[in-house]
Nanobody, 115 residues
Framework: QVQLVESGGGLVQPGGSLRLSCAASGSIRSIAAMAWYRQAPGKQRELVAVIFTGGKTNYADSVKGRFTISRDTAKNTVYLQMNSLNAEDTAVYYC?????????WGQGTQVTVSS
């Protein structure tokens, strides 16, 4: 059974930074993609960033130049470095990993940007 565990959320002031982590554990043979989504109150869940097996990355326009997705394949862990945070980044952030052709979700971690 595969499990994703997220960490790193919290309260940060506008202009600040946070780093999210998501580690996968269990029976894992291959990971095709690792991604971060977010869902703000009253809004649909949206893709923030994704990194594929070959290392290619894609970002939502709203976070380009501020967020960076990276991974440690040996640890089955994906990271999201978030800089220059603003109030519009406030949301629950979810990790998603496509493991052995199945998508798995983390439990979500709250990120709140407020002074």
């Amino acid at each position: 059974q595969v499990q994703l565990v997220e960490s790193g959320g919290g309260l940060v002031q506008p202009g600040g930074s946070l780093r999210l982590s998501c580690a996968a554990s269990g029976s894992i043979r291959s990971i095709a993609a690792m991604a971060w989504y977010r869902q703000a109150p009253g809004k649909q869940r949206e893709l923030v960033a994704v990194i594929f097996t070959g290392g290619k990355t894609n970002y939502a326009d709203s976070v380009k130049g501020r967020f960076t997705i990276s991974r440690d394949t040996a640890k089955n862990t994906v990271y999201l470095q978030m800089n220059s945070l603003n109030a519009e980044d406030t949301a629950v952030y979810y990790c998603n990993q496509v493991i052995d052709y199945t998508g798995y979700w983390g439990q979500g971690t709250q990120v709140t940007v407020s002074s």
